[in-house]
């Protein structure tokens, strides 16, 4: 008897494994962890090495040849070196350098668009299979000309976007690889929680070793390849996105 409750109990278990796993298809598996997650506060992210994240992969640029190293006798200098004494500046993997985010994108566009269509279409046939030689009753069934058509068309089309953005702030962001003509790749993350509201702000790009100033910190517009953004996630971003359902019917409906 105990025998028949214990496997009782493990296909109760396999079944309610089932239907999670069958919420978690229908509804996402975000939809369960925003649940268990209700009346807290978002967690803090573990400080993890970029480097062994899921999604990151390793840069690959088209680079120079790489220049031999000579010393010259009697002198301190040597070919390829950046610099007579060393600073403090990042420079080799592991070094944090601090990023200064400054955007401000404006734009404004209006385009119109007015369309008109007359047309007609008529035939010199008015006698309609001898019509004339029929009764009066018969020739109020007969059409009068053999073809006439008419049509209007009117079309007007007006859009316009106003956009302004702006984002000032500062972020530390580590040397995660150094290229082999000596450029950095740096990726940084900070996350500020406010209440129940998360803020994430992520900055990752290449740099130039020139570029970083003398107190060790670089504009965001010298980044090549540069990745910005600026998020959150939280009460007040739940409420200010559309429910799943409505987002659906949005990208199914045509109209």
């Not at 299979?129 to 089309?157: F, I, M, R």
């Not at 316009?160 to 690889?177: C, F, G, K, P, W």
Request: with cysteine; hydrophobic share 35%.
């Amino acid at each position: 008897m105990s025998r028949f409750k214990f496997s009782h109990g493990c296909k109760r278990v396999a079944l309610g494994g089932s239907l999670l796993a069958l919420a978690c298809v229908a509804s996402g598996c975000s939809a369960v962890s925003r649940l268990s997650q209700i009346g807290e506060e978002p967690k803090l992210t573990s400080i993890d090495n970029p480097t062994s994240q899921p999604g990151y992969k390793p840069v690959s640029m088209p680079m120079p040849k790489p220049e031999t190293v000579s010393y010259n006798p009697n002198s301190l200098w040597r070919n390829g070196s950046r610099s007579f004494f060393k600073d403090q500046r990042a420079h080799q993997l592991g070094d944090l350098l601090t990023v200064t985010v400054n955007i401000t994108d404006q734009a404004n566009f209006a385009n119109e668009t007015q369309r008109n269509l007359t047309g007609s279409e008529g035939s010199a046939i008015t006698d309609f299979l001898g019509a004339k030689t029929l009764g009066l009753q018969q020739q109020k069934v007969l059409p009068g000309n053999l073809l006439q058509a008419n049509g209007t068309s009117q079309y007007d089309g007006k859009g316009s976007i106003q956009r302004q953005e702006t984002l000032t702030t500062n972020i530390a962001a580590v040397v995660t690889q150094v290229l082999p003509n000596g450029n950095l790749v740096v990726e940084g993350k900070q996350e500020i929680r406010v209440n129940s509201e998360m803020r994430e702000l992520i900055v990752a790009g290449i740099v130039r070793p020139e570029d970083i100033q003398s107190d060790n910190t670089i504009d965001s517009s010298k980044i090549a390849q540069g990745r910005i953004s600026y998020g959150g996630r939280g009460q007040i971003t739940d409420i200010q996105q559309p429910r799943y359902g409505q987002q659906v019917m949005d990208v199914l409906l045509p109209f």
